[in-house]
């Protein structure tokens, strides 16, 4: 489960990212009208809105990275999100700072990290 994150990006052909953050990686759509959507998953709310004009961020390097989504069970939303295609950026490990996370790049070149705490819980 995703929990406490909202975002806003900027995006080129809006319906081509709606159906990529719907089919490949689970939000649910909501219409809110002039250009924006609303993507739900859990608590996690993206607004989506269609910037033909904007730079792509694909071109901001570094700077593509517009989430860090702390979820549970990492390891089986890691096997769904490359079952339906998406593209892995960082394959899903453990790192030394005791987060077990993998990384995408979405549809329009956002790049997004889920991860979740290494530690068993107790």
């Known amino acids: 489960m995703i929990r406490h994150c909202r975002y806003v990006i900027a995006v080129p052909d ?10 490949t990686l689970g939000f649910e759509v ?3 009208g002039d250009g924006w ?3 739900r998953r859990d608590s ?3 607004m ?7 730079p792509s961020p694909g071109t901001l390097g ?10 549970d069970y990492v390891d089986d939303l890691y096997t769904a999100t490359v079952a339906r295609g998406a593209h892995v950026t960082k394959t899903l490990r453990t790192e030394p700072w005791g987060m077990r996370e993998f990384g995408i790049r979405t549809v329009d070149g956002h790049r997004i990290m889920f991860g979740a705490d290494a530690a068993p819980a107790v």
């Open 62 to 71: 570094d700077h593509s990275y517009f989430a860090y989504l702390e979820v």
């Open 14 to 23: 809006l319906q081509r990212s709606v159906s990529y953050y719907r089919d």
């Open 44 to 46: 996690c709310v993206i």
């Open 30 to 32: 909501l219409e809110i």
């Open 37 to 39: 959507r609303l993507l």
């Open 48 to 54: 989506a809105g269609e910037c033909p004009d904007a």
